[in-house]
Every structure is written in structure tokens, then in C-alpha cells.
């Protein structure tokens, strides 16, 4: 318990920034005390991906494979140590590598200094905001309900927000236009939009290709700059949908990639692909990459090499081809998505789920869908859910950046067992059922 004897030193809430008492930012560390304070419950929160793919033993060779590339290019010793060792250029040591995996698996074909290796995709994130957004008027456009690590982002540097609603099919290029329309109507400055066209977390929805083409062209006639992630594309099974940067001859894409659910989570490795050229009034262009650099110089100065080169070693291994490394846990992860459909279609019946008023969606990959339910799903009702029932959920409405999604919560196929799913949403229902009637009681 700390103290309330107050020293010199100690600080008002309100001396702090005022994005520390924002919700959103609460939202990881309650679903963690959740956890812990009820360790027996079968938790749908996680996001990261299955253990079972990773083995202690394989980073080593990863690392090992690196550094023979090193010398076969021609590295002395002297330089293999310092590039494992030291500090590295800023914008990573592995661009190269990247780059080429890039071209291989995604179509997309960018120089190697277009690129920032960065400390997960949130870094990058962070990066890109405080690069583009230099004004007071200055609007970044998100898909709703969002991703809360860029609203998070967006909230630590004060950087408005306007959120377009998605539809069940997800983000409609003509919604984008409408809110653009607004946003200039009172005076502000649309300057990006950032959006998870594939399997999007936390609702689970895709956008089209004739939408991703719309809102290319969109973009073009606005000056809006797209940031675009995806971090779920090659963990999903069956054919891809292209990246908007795949055919984005405009450069009016940002991408920004993560290794953290294909490679190796715990090496927090994450890029930004930004081939923009920045015109410095003076006759010469630099490339947006370049002004991220310097940026993140003043944050993390490099990506830790190490990291670096677990993830390089493992591109090398699989010659680029992040597709193929990923087979196996794409397929496990479309395998663990449709049986968790065929479970809650168990446990909630098509007339049973109609007289309870719920309803949900059914992606056909990454690691999230969505589930409408009739009464608030908030914090109450999930410790509820955790205490009673034994099961742990994921509210919504905190992926809502100005409201909405009180009766809707997100579920996590990607870190169950499938024993543990089944019994999970057959508790779920249990827990729907005694909300939907009042009762606050039940048992596991």
C-alpha cells in the first residue's frame, strides 16, 4: 500500500499529463489484474500469438544464420561483433533483408532506405504521428472501433482523433469521404488515416479489394496519407488480398509492419515502409524514412541488434518468404477460428442466440471476431464473467475512441488450447444467459 505521507518531490495527478487518466490506458493493465485475480478462468483476451510455434533452441540457429550472411558478404570479425554488440544505425541494421522479403511475399518493391526498423509497429506508429501531425488543426482519421495502441499513441501526443464507424464489412472508403467532408467543414486538416484492412483487431473484419482500390484513389484526390497495418496477414489461412501498398503508385501509403506475431514476439521488432519524398524548401528531397530516423533517434536510438538478427536470420532461413515460414501457424490459426465458430454455434443455437439478442461475426482469419450482446459489457460485467463463470472477455467500447460498443466484446481465438475453447464458450453462454435474465449469480 503506499504511503499518503506526501514528500517534497511527490506530484499531483493533475501535474501529470493529462492522458494518463484516459481510460484507454487502463484498458492492458485491468484486463492483467483480471487475470491474476482470477488465474483459474479460461481467458478469450489475449492477443499474442500460440507458444507451441516457438522453441527455445531455434532463436540460437536464427542468430547463428545471420551472422554466417554476415561473413559471407564479406564481413571481417571484427565487424560481425560490432554489428551484434553495439549500437546500430538508427534505422536498422537489416533493411536490406526486409526489403527483399517485402518484394517476395508482398508485391511490395521499395528501396531498402525507405525503411525504419523499429521497436515493435507501435514504435513506428508513435514515429509516423509525431512526424506528420505539426499543427494544432492537424486530424488523424482512425477506422472504428480501433486498435487502442494508436489511439494510445495519438491520446500521449495530443493529436485529435475523429473515428470513422465501420460497417459489418469494415471501413467504407465513402464513410472515409464523409468524415473528411466534416473534418474540413470545421476547419481542421484530415492528415492520415490509419486502418487494418486484413482481419482487423479488435472486430475481425477485412476490407475489400475494390474498397482498398476506392480508398487508394480517395486518398489521391485528398492528400491523405494512409497508415496501414497489418500484422495478421501471414498468420491467416488462404489467399491474401493485395496490400494497399502493394499497388500504391502514388505514395500514398505508409505501411507499417510487425515480426511480433510471425517471427518471434518477445524480440519486439516491427518496420515503417515510408517511400514519401519531403521537399526541404531549398531545392532537395529527402525521404520521409529519413525525418522518422531522426526521430526515433531522440526515442530508442537504434532497434537492439540482437533482436535484429534473430529476425533477419529467420527471413534468411526462409529465403524472404514470411508465407512460408508461417504456413503451419496459419493454418493452426484457421483451424482454431473455425472451431471456435462450430463451439459458440453449439453453446448458442441459432434460435437460442435469437431469443438472447446476440450475434457475432466470423472472420475468416487473424485472431480476433466480434460479439453483440444485450446488456453492457463493461468492466463490471466482466469481473462478473471472470468470478462466476470462470470466463474472460474483452470489452469493446475501449476500441471505441469517442463512445460506443457498450454491449459488444472481443474474443481471442489465438492463445487457447481447443479443450480450453470449448469449455470457454460454453461458459460464455452460461454467463450471457444469467446477464440476459438478470440473475447475478451462477456457478462454473
Not at 560481425?80 to 538508427?90: D, H, S, V
Not at 482512425?142 to 499513441?153: D, F, K, N, Q
Not at 446488456?375 to 460485467?381: C, G, Q, R
Not at 472477455?393 to 492463445?415: A, D, E, K
Request: proline share 6%.
Amino acid at each position: 500500500m503506499i504511503s499518503r505521507q506526501f514528500a517534497p518531490g511527490d506530484l499531483l495527478r493533475q501535474d501529470l499529463h493529462n492522458s494518463l487518466a484516459d481510460p484507454v490506458l487502463d484498458t492492458m493493465n485491468f484486463l492483467n489484474e483480471i487475470t491474476f485475480r482470477y488465474p483459474d478462468a479460461i481467458s478469450f483476451a489475449p492477443g499474442r500469438p500460440y507458444d507451441g510455434f516457438f522453441d527455445t533452441e531455434q532463436v540460437f540457429g536464427y542468430i547463428r544464420g545471420y551472422l554466417d550472411h554476415l561473413a559471407a558478404q564479406g564481413r571481417s570479425p571484427q565487424e560481425i561483433r560490432t554489428a551484434l554488440y553495439q549500437y546500430g544505425p538508427t534505422a536498422g541494421t537489416i533493411r536490406e533483408i526486409i526489403a527483399d522479403s517485402l518484394r517476395a511475399d508482398e508485391d511490395i518493391d521499395v528501396p531498402a532506405e525507405s525503411l525504419v526498423v523499429t521497436v515493435g509497429a507501435q514504435e513506428a506508429m508513435l514515429l509516423v504521428l509525431r512526424a506528420l501531425m505539426a499543427g494544432p488543426d492537424d486530424v488523424l482519421l482512425v477506422s472504428s472501433p480501433c486498435y487502442v495502441g494508436i489511439t494510445g499513441a495519438a491520446r500521449l501526443l495530443d493529436i485529435a482523433v475523429c473515428p470513422v464507424e465501420e460497417r459489418e464489412d469494415g471501413l467504407h472508403p465513402d464513410d472515409v469521404e464523409a468524415a473528411i467532408g466534416e473534418q474540413l467543414a470545421r476547419g481542421r486538416h484530415p492528415r492520415a488515416l490509419y486502418v487494418q484492412p486484413d482481419h482487423a483487431n479488435p472486430a475481425g473484419t477485412t476490407m475489400s479489394e475494390p474498397a482498398r482500390r476506392a480508398l487508394l484513389r480517395l486518398a489521391g484526390r485528398h492528400r491523405l496519407l494512409i497508415m496501414e497495418d497489418s500484422p495478421y496477414r501471414m498468420v491467416s489461412p488462404g489467399p491474401r488480398l493485395p496490400t494497399l501498398k502493394s499497388f500504391d503508385t502514388g505514395r500514398s501509403v505508409v505501411h507499417l509492419g510487425s515480426f511480433s506475431k510471425t517471427v518471434f514476439p518477445g524480440a519486439r521488432v516491427g518496420f515503417v515502409v515510408a517511400d514519401q519524398r519531403v521537399d526541404d524548401g531549398a531545392g532537395g528531397t529527402t525521404l520521409l524514412a529519413a525525418e522518422l530516423a531522426k526521430i526515433k533517434s531522440m526515442m530508442t536510438v537504434n532497434t537492439p541488434s540482437l533482436s535484429q538478427a534473430a529476425v533477419a536470420g529467420a527471413l534468411l532461413a526462409a529465403d524472404g518468404r514470411l508465407s512460408e515460414l508461417n504456413a503451419k501457424a496459419a493454418d493452426y490459426y484457421g483451424d482454431a477460428m473455425g472451431a471456435m465458430l462450430r463451439h459458440l454455434s453449439e453453446a448458442l443455437p441459432a434460435d437460442r442466440r435469437a431469443a438472447l439478442g446476440v450475434r457475432w461475426n466470423e472472420p475468416a482469419g487473424g485472431f480476433f471476431l466480434s460479439m453483440r450482446v444485450p446488456f453492457a459489457a463493461d468492466e463490471a460485467a466482466l469481473t462478473r464473467s471472470a468470478r462466476e463463470f470462470g470466463v474472460i472477455w474483452t470489452p469493446m467500447r475501449n476500441f471505441h475512441p469517442h463512445g460506443g460498443g457498450r454491449h459488444g466484446i472481443r474474443l481471442s481465438i489465438s492463445y487457447l488450447t481447443p479443450a480450453e475453447m470449448k469449455e470457454g464458450t460454453a461458459r460464455l453462454a452460461r454467463f450471457i444467459a444469467a446477464e440476459n435474465s438478470g440473475r447475478k449469480g451462477g456457478s462454473t
